[in-house]
């Protein structure tokens, strides 16, 4: 069983508010992930990093930026929320040598009033 | 259309049914990951393939690299299989996920 986790799992929030998603893995992978997937629909990455102080900005374009200054951290933030935000976000890490695994966290559910 | 398509979107079954979940993909790629979603929306890796075939419990996972398709078979389905399916290609870095398959066994 991976031990990746995202808290919160679910989060119901007001037009304007600033909030953090919070992803964390104790397993020490390097590589980490964020997707966004819309209900029914296929996951998009939205970002990803390399390691301590690498991010990068995925294929789906997003208002979101992130973070990564601890190995085992990596969180997402809006600064300001919108209704359009409202979906389901994933995080994922995988290890450097080990092959192509990724291990995903629970995600979090995220509506925007 | 899309990178990765799966077939079918949805898909129902009695209990003890042999299932298929097809996935198609036009990428070039390192691996296949089949992916299983379930209603709470968390997602667990079932399979990484990149060639071949992979047996699981009672999933079976294979690829056809020249053909660039790749199957999910759940043998001897139970009601505790329903989930969404998630075909994902990619390269190291990336995946591309295909839309998943909904599946419902039914007892």
């Known amino acids: 069983e991976a031990d990746i986790y995202q808290t919160p799992r679910y989060l119901v929030i007001g037009t304007g508010k600033k909030i953090t998603l919070e992803c964390s893995q104790t397993m020490g992978h390097d590589k980490m992930y964020w997707y966004q997937q819309d209900p029914g629909m296929e996951l998009h990455l939205i970002h990803y990093s390399y390691g301590v102080n690498s991010t990068e900005k995925g294929d789906l374009s997003s208002e979101s930026t992130v973070s990564r200054i601890r190995t085992e951290h990596f969180p997402l933030t809006l600064e300001s929320a919108r209704p359009s935000h409202t979906s389901q976000y994933l995080c994922?890490?995988?290890?450097?040598?080990?092959?192509?695994?990724?291990?995903f966290g629970p995600g979090t559910r995220l509506t925007v009033l | 259309k899309n990178e990765v398509e799966q077939s079918p979107q949805n898909l129902t079954a009695q209990e003890g049914e042999f299932i298929t979940i097809n996935c198609s993909y036009s990428?070039?790629?390192?691996?296949l990951h089949w992916l299983q979603q379930h209603p709470g929306g968390g997602i667990v890796s079932l399979f990484m393939l990149s060639s071949g075939k992979k047996k699981h419990g009672r999933l079976i996972a294979t690829i056809n690299i020249q053909e660039k398709h790749s199957s999910l078979h759940i043998t001897a389905s139970h009601p505790r299989d329903s989930a969404v399916y998630i075909c994902?290609?990619?390269?190291?870095?990336?995946?591309?996920f295909g839309t998943g398959t909904r599946l419902q066994v039914f007892p």
């Open positions: 990428v070039g790629i390192s691996a």
């Open positions: 994922a890490s995988r290890p450097t040598t080990r092959g192509d695994e990724q291990f």
């Open positions: 994902a290609a990619g390269n190291t870095d990336k995946l591309i």
